[in-house]
């Protein structure tokens, strides 16, 4: 069953620390993964795009990794600010137009 | 690039009552997606089109959900006769080409649907 995973459910952190949120997917075939970042009562935004061949990619303070073999994915934020605060969706395309969506992970960055 | 619009913002409307939301694309783009999102959740998919043709629908669509895209522009999904479970924010996104191909999915911000 093609399903992605996402840790951890919600997450609380201080102003300037760093974080990372992960994705386990079991999609396949799989054609790449994407991190969405979504403010309360806004559509989702790309962060990140990921192929079978990227292991990493950066955004300003984001960095995604990609472990095809292990069909795992992480999103790093550094130096973390209050504007973060949002839910992370992963999101594993497969083929013929599929997307599979993670239930988000919900950052809080506190002052 | 003026992005996705997704017209009304709010819906708050009584069981039973048909609805109607409407999603203006990027201009260019010639996929269109339909999602619906509930609280804590990730969007679920309910169905896409490539250009004004509807080449998938979920079986998340019941009958009662109805989406059109003429003219290849601007898309309206249609509920009747509502129901408390319909309750959620109905996203729209398109992208330039296949998706799959690395073209991200633009989202609107979404309508979000009360039914009292």
């Known amino acids: 069953k093609n399903q992605v995973e996402q840790s951890p459910q919600s997450l609380i952190i201080l102003e300037g620390k760093n974080c990372t949120l992960q994705?386990?997917?079991?999609?396949?075939?799989?054609?790449?993964l994407r991190w969405y970042k979504q403010d309360t009562g806004r559509g989702p935004v790309s962060l990140t795009i990921m192929t079978f061949s990227e292991n990493t990619k950066s955004n300003g303070r984001y960095t995604a990794t990609l472990d095809a073999d292990t069909k795992q994915s992480s999103l790093h934020i550094t130096a973390s600010q209050l504007s973060d605060s949002a839910s992370y969706i992963c999101?594993?395309?497969?083929?013929?137009?599929?997307?599979?969506f993670g239930s988000g992970t919900k950052l809080n960055v506190k002052p | 690039d003026t992005g996705v619009s997704q017209n009304p913002r709010h819906k708050i409307t009584k069981r039973g009552q048909n609805v109607t939301f409407r999603c203006d694309p990027i201009s260019e783009h010639n996929r269109l997606y339909w999602y619906r999102q509930t609280l804590g959740q990730g969007p679920e998919f309910l169905t896409y089109f490539q250009n004004e043709a509807q080449l998938e629908k979920s079986r998340l669509l019941s009958d009662r959900f109805s989406a059109e895209r003429p003219k290849g522009s601007f898309s309206t999904l249609e509920i009747q006769r509502t129901e408390q479970g319909d309750s959620a924010m109905y996203l729209c996104?398109?992208?330039?080409?296949?998706?799959?191909?690395?073209?991200?999915?633009?989202f609107g911000d979404g309508t979000r649907l009360s039914i009292l």
């Open positions: 999101v594993v395309s497969g083929n013929f137009n599929k997307f599979y």
């Open positions: 996104a398109s992208s330039r080409d296949r998706v799959g191909s690395g073209q991200p999915q633009h």
């Open positions: 994705c386990n997917y079991t999609v396949s075939p799989f054609s790449n």
